[in-house]
């Protein structure tokens, strides 16, 4: 018996629009063929989200078919039968003597079938922005009659406008999201251990709601005093008391898609100074989302955070939001002053308002939203409070 | 109030120790200074765990001072205060105004300090395995005066050789995969979605043991019936039915010290196929056990597992095993055919001796393990077996 294919989260039409979108580009570009390296790219044009990306693994996508190619590691090659929409006859597994190995990877697989393919002198798409020094030599010295055109982020800028199916996932990932925040809000007591409430918001990732599951985990982090002016930890041994502030950032995830949420709680009555910065932070962010348009560019969104919050006597000195989808932050648009994409409907960013101050003061709060053809959707329906924890 | 320190993992000798045999491999290259940008290397020479490692970042170690300088975003500045255990004025946060900037990012601060410390002419070690060509290009273009030496893996190399209090703190995270894998055995039952058992694991995963939590998540992967014959997919929305082979593979993690466990279940009878490939793996794990003794190489370990599986009518097409420690795999030694590292006490290893064979038939068993001064001493106190659910 062989591999049978998986349930798939999108319809094969789902994933021809999208491959069809990336064949106009290369045309565009004049690329005969390209090679997609990351895993969030291979994820959208394919439904491929099984973990080996941590070897080499090239997505071949040709003019010339309308089904693209993979190469990954023998091992998990079977994951890329039961997952991705294409034929068995286009999923390859390299062999394991490349792993490991200093001399020879899985990209000199990937040479092999585009040397093979008629492509030894053609122009050829590489994403190079994850690739090793090493790797982009490889590609250039072992197709020396090829020209390699870095193709980074090609892919990526088609993913920023979502379909209406990709939305739809988002809206479930945001459900899992706010499962979790009220998980949190739950468990987030005086004497208990931070370790002990993060594995019970975890579990809610895990689990889902709403009979569908996480699907995966992504960035998990509870930052609390004395560590809430700071983003990045994980969590810590030490529990919960009465005056402790806590930072949530975490994220459900569904079919690779990640709706990301942030907010901050207090066991007890916040300090005045946090309380202030959290009024300027919820103003800011409705002025940020009152002049998100189809027109208007992610600087003049910006702008208006950072204007309102000035006003609030307060400054952020990082990003207010990027754009987000498959694997979290997609690397391409910036809710940033001077970032000068326009909106479209159907873009989703994270209004990322996170605002580490000083070493006494950091605060977290954000949304995930679409453009809509009028104005902003955002995805979670937990309120933009400052959760007060009274026992 | 500024940001204390937290509680340190290791005493600041351990530290000192690890950084005096870096330093002693900089002065057989001749190097005068050392850039280290891979995070768990980072975590080896300073205790950082904070997850900043997304944007760039160094530990500059020096010849000339006893602890090394840190580069990091300004917003994880904090977590490095709190986490390393160097003095307050080497940590050193660079503006946001470097993320998701085309032109500049945090290692043209790294390069700043190098050239205003007098390292503009002399011998620079660059962990470069990691790095983008991009940033490798500006290293050289910005220090076009001194000579920027390759050191991948120099660090981690000196990280293969376990202190006792590091070997303590594996064997802390294998207690921590032991209650995980006593956890999965008690959950996974006929009617039990993937997602809802995996959701119960990872929880045991961060809550840990003893009363010492899980301090970060690792790898995790429940690969079940359709998919036991691949190695990566998280987990499904699937229930699980009388017949299905479930594959386990995670790790408890302490300071971001990992030890890997893996082992495979069914529920109910195993295929006689399986039962046999269980049996010819344990023996071939029991040889290799047998074959680890310093001295020894990581070839001749690998040998004995092959050859006593070959015995049994299967064959393994991938390595047996790896170094392990910090963010689970140290990409030094392999435990494979021709890998002649000489095994030495307190080296550390995850004998990983999953067999993916066909799309029809994977198998996993795993132990991680400390080479004595006479033998091994495995972690997990897990029985080597398949184990059988009936309900």
Redesign the interface.
Known sequence: ????K?PQPFPRNEYLRRLSAVKAEMERREIDVLVVTTSANITYLSGY????GYVPQGLIVSLKNEEPTFFTR??????A???MFIERTRVNGY???L??NPDMDGFDAVIDFLRDNGFARRQIGLE??????RS?EKFKTRMSDATIVDFTNGVTWIRGIKSDLEIAVMREAAAISDAAMLRARDVIRPGV????A???I???L???TNG??????A???VCAS??S?????????DVFRNGSQINLEFGGVRHGYVSPLMRTLTIGKPSERLRRLHEGEVAGMEAALAAIKPGATCSEVAEAFYSTLRKHGFEK???CG?AVGIEWTE?TA?L?LGDSTVLRPNMTFHLML?N?ID??L?YVISETFRVTETGAETFSRIPRDLFEIYV
């Open positions: 018996m062989s591999m049978p998986g989200t099984s973990k080996s023998r091992q998990d090659a079977p994951a039968l039961h997952q062999p394991e003597a792993i490991a190079m922005n994850f690739l090793t020094h982009i251990r931070e370790a002990d993060a594995s019970e975890i579990a809610t895990v689990r889902g569908r599951a996480g699907t995966d985990l960035s998990f982090y004395p560590r002016a700071t983003p990045h930890i994980r969590w810590s041994e000195d990082s990003r990027y690397p910036s940033k996170g580490w070493e006494d950091g």
